[in-house]
């Protein structure tokens, strides 16, 4: 009896990683929605416009919080966010590093509305995670020295999404234009609705391994607090595509607002591993990226 019960929780721990089969449709069903009308429009947002945006709460007791961090949706029951919003007091993180631990899965909520003020995201049902993953190598000391290699987590839904609408994601050699998009339900003056923020510039961290820098002079308008771990995206062929993870940014008034992200393409391997979702040859299977490390070599 043991021995079978075994069996089964071990079953059970790999049973969310989508299969090939899945893996294959969903890069056909990440185009199946069109490009929003007026894409480059700044700031508040409809989030219908953005499906695969999702927002992340504190549960417990049937409670939750209004949106604490962002997320976007790569299958139909993984969500990519940052490495840490899975850590208690996400908002003290760099002044309670000692006191930190992973979230609980039970204690992770997950939902999406377009709702602007407190009392109405607290009247929302949230989706139940199973599983919460951070980046093996996020490390709070070095995310706290504004080293953002690893800021990478991931969020397993206990159901499928019905009828979801993932993000297209990108291959390891993609260019990245310049004009980009960040899109989270950052809270500016209590307003907790989803916003978009339009980066004229961008480009890789010299001095950060896997860090993007995206740039905008327009004041007001970089990521908030609820931002992170929500997407850098680009519009490609009438597509969204993955392109970062939000990790942080700096505060106004700053004279020119960077925004720190996570390199999505170098991370393919890591969410490889973790969800299935992988990238594919040109017949159609899946391929593994290579590793961090033989990337580097």
């Given at each position: 009896?043991?021995?079978?019960w075994l069996?089964?929780?071990?079953q059970?721990?790999h049973?969310?990683?989508?299969?090939?089969?899945?893996?294959?449709?969903?890069?056909k069903?990440?185009?199946k929605?069109?490009?929003?009308p007026?894409?480059?429009?700044?700031?508040?947002e409809?989030q219908?416009?953005?499906p695969?945006?999702?927002?992340?709460s504190w549960?417990?007791n049937?409670?939750h919080s209004?949106?604490?961090?962002?997320?976007?949706?790569?299958?139909s029951?993984?969500?990519l966010?940052?490495a840490?919003?899975?850590?208690?007091d996400?908002?003290?993180?760099?002044?309670?590093r000692?006191?930190?631990q992973e979230t609980?899965?039970?204690n992770?909520?997950?939902?999406?509305s377009?709702c602007?003020?407190?009392e109405?995201?607290?009247?929302?049902?949230v989706?139940k995670?199973?599983?919460?993953?951070?980046?093996?190598?996020?490390?709070?000391?070095?995310?706290c020295?504004?080293?953002?290699t690893?800021?990478?987590g991931?969020?397993?839904l206990?159901?499928?999404?019905?009828?979801?609408k993932?993000i297209?994601m990108?291959q390891?050699?993609?260019?990245?234009p310049?004009?980009?998009i960040?899109?989270g339900?950052?809270?500016?003056?209590?307003?907790?609705s989803?916003?978009?923020?339009v980066?004229?510039?961008v480009?890789?961290?010299?001095?950060?391994?896997?860090?993007?820098?995206?740039?905008?002079?327009?004041?007001?308008?970089?990521t908030?607090?609820?931002?992170?771990?929500?997407?850098?995206l680009?519009?490609?062929?009438?597509k969204?595509?993955?392109?970062?993870?939000?990790s942080?940014?700096?505060?106004?008034?700053?004279?020119?607002?960077?925004?720190?992200?996570v390199?999505v393409?170098?991370?393919?391997?890591?969410i490889?591993d973790?969800?299935?979702?992988?990238?594919?040859?040109?017949?159609?299977?899946?391929?593994?990226?290579?590793?961090?490390?033989e990337?580097?070599?």
């Open positions: 009896m043991t021995i079978l069996f089964f929780l071990l059970a721990a049973a969310g990683k989508i299969t090939e089969e899945e893996n294959l449709k969903l890069k069903r990440c185009s929605f069109a490009v929003a007026n894409v480059y429009k700044r700031y508040r409809n219908l416009k953005y695969f945006v999702f927002a992340t549960t417990d049937g409670s209004p949106p604490l961090c962002s997320g976007v949706l790569i299958s029951r993984h969500i966010t940052a840490h919003c899975l850590v208690m996400e908002k003290e993180t760099c002044k309670q000692s006191a930190l609980p899965a039970q992770v909520g997950v939902f999406q377009s602007s003020t407190e109405c995201w607290m009247g929302k049902d989706a995670v199973a599983v919460v993953h951070k980046h093996q190598n996020f490390d709070v000391d070095e995310f020295d504004k080293r953002t690893y800021d990478m991931m969020i397993e206990e159901q499928d999404i019905p009828d979801f993932p297209c990108p390891e050699h993609d260019i990245i310049q004009r980009l960040s899109i339900y950052g809270n500016y003056s209590n307003d907790y989803i916003k978009a923020v980066y004229e510039s480009n890789e961290d010299p001095d950060m391994k896997d860090t993007l820098l995206a740039y905008t002079n327009r004041r007001n308008e970089s908030l607090h609820g931002d992170s771990g929500g997407p850098l680009q519009v490609r062929g009438g969204y595509y993955l392109v970062g993870i939000t942080k940014s700096t505060k106004p008034p700053a004279k020119e607002f960077v925004g720190y992200f390199d393409r170098k991370k393919l391997k890591w490889c973790e969800t299935g979702v992988c990238p594919l040859t040109d017949s159609g299977e899946s391929k593994k990226p290579p590793s961090e490390e990337e580097s070599s």
